[in-house]
């Protein structure tokens, strides 16, 4: 059974950092480029950084330039989402995404980010 679970969410102040993690089960993650997508309240899901499956390569979104870092660990079949510098309007649902050739595409349940004061 196919399973990525999200943990590291919770409230953080403005200024504040929080890290994400990801694990997967259920298939080979070495395989699987990984990706983290938000959805604020009202708003739709939008990619904040991907990562390919050796770990060489990492997109970001531009919000997510020069503050969030995406990382994976294959050995642990992990990936995280170092967020720095976090506002109010990261304030979202963030989820854990796998992706083999477009095909074969997986997601978790999300962890939710608050950054208020």
């Known amino acids: 059974q196919v399973q990525l679970m999200e943990s590291g969410g919770g409230w953080v102040q403005p200024g504040g950092s929080l890290t994400l993690s990801c694990v997967g089960s259920?298939?080979?993650?070495?395989?699987?480029?990984m990706g983290w997508y938000r959805q604020a309240p009202g708003k739709e899901c939008e990619l904040v950084a991907d990562?390919?499956?050796?770990?060489?390569?990492?997109n970001y979104a531009a919000f997510a330039k020069g503050r969030f870092t995406v990382s994976r660990d294959n050995a642990f079949d992990r990936t995280y989402l170092q967020m720095n510098n976090l506002n109010p309007e990261d304030t979202a649902v963030y989820y854990c995404?796998?992706?083999?050739?477009?095909?074969?595409?997986?997601w978790g349940q999300g962890t939710q980010v608050t950054v208020s004061s």
């Open positions: 995404n796998a992706v083999l050739a477009s095909v074969y595409d997986y």
């Open positions: 990562i390919t499956a050796g770990g060489s390569n990492t």
């Open positions: 259920g298939f080979i993650f070495s395989n699987y480029d």
